[in-house]
């Protein structure tokens, strides 16, 4: 796709066939910024890119890349926020840097009825991996990562997972990959009385 400007529905149909493949060539992306207050779905995801289930991103940096999802919605059960990938499946991340980039998830539910849950999930480049790669990549200068999770009432779990590279991880591997000493990474875990298991981690990679 050199020298040709991808649609919108050509970049759906290359991130769902897996064959999407964004090579910076050294490049820097800057100032991008995403707020938002809305959902749908019961899992929402957020990056650059949402759900990367293929393909790869190398070469590249982003400078000042924010991502700032906030959820006050009761329909939503989990929110994934990567500043590169909300909810990585499968495929690749090489040489990508972030630089004074900023990743937020604020998740509330306030549900009455039990064995329910809220999961919030912050990551400098990846919110959630299930699978893939991550190798040699960094987040460096004024960064910062927060996932905060909040339960008003009912008796439920909430969950609130942050990491410098990737906030929460199942599956893939990570390699090579560093965290600059003033970036700050922070999660929380808030809920009521009745809340069954309050859950909060932060780590300077995963």
């Not at 393909?55 to 006050?72: A, D, P, Q, R, S």
């Not at 919030?120 to 699978?131: R, T």
């Not at 460096?140 to 008003?152: D, M, R």
Request: glycine share 16%; with cysteine.
């Amino acid at each position: 796709y050199k020298d040709h400007i991808v649609t919108v529905d050509e970049a759906v149909k290359l991130v769902k066939s897996g064959d999407l493949i964004i090579d910076g060539h050294g490049h820097t992306v800057s100032n991008v910024k995403y707020n938002t207050t809305s959902s749908d779905g019961a899992v929402t995801n957020y990056g650059f890119v949402k759900i990367l289930t293929g393909g790869t991103i190398k070469n590249i940096t982003f400078n000042k890349l924010e991502m700032t999802i906030v959820k006050n919605k009761d329909n939503v059960y989990t929110t994934n926020v990567g500043g590169v990938v909300g909810y990585m499946e499968s495929g690749t991340l090489e040489n990508v840097r972030l630089i004074d980039a900023g990743a937020y998830a604020e998740h509330k539910r306030d549900i009455s009825s039990s064995g329910q849950y809220v999961n919030a999930f912050a990551g400098g480049l990846v919110g959630f991996m299930s699978g893939g790669t991550i190798k040699n990549c960094s987040i460096t200068g004024s960064s910062s990562v927060y996932a905060i999770g909040k339960y008003a009432s009912g008796s439920a779990d909430a969950q609130a997972y942050a990491g410098g590279i990737v906030g929460y991880m199942t599956g893939g591997t990570v390699t090579g990959c560093s965290r600059g000493d003033s970036v700050v990474v922070d999660s929380a875990a808030e809920g009521s009385s009745n809340t069954t298991a309050l859950r909060a981690a932060s780590g300077g990679i995963i």
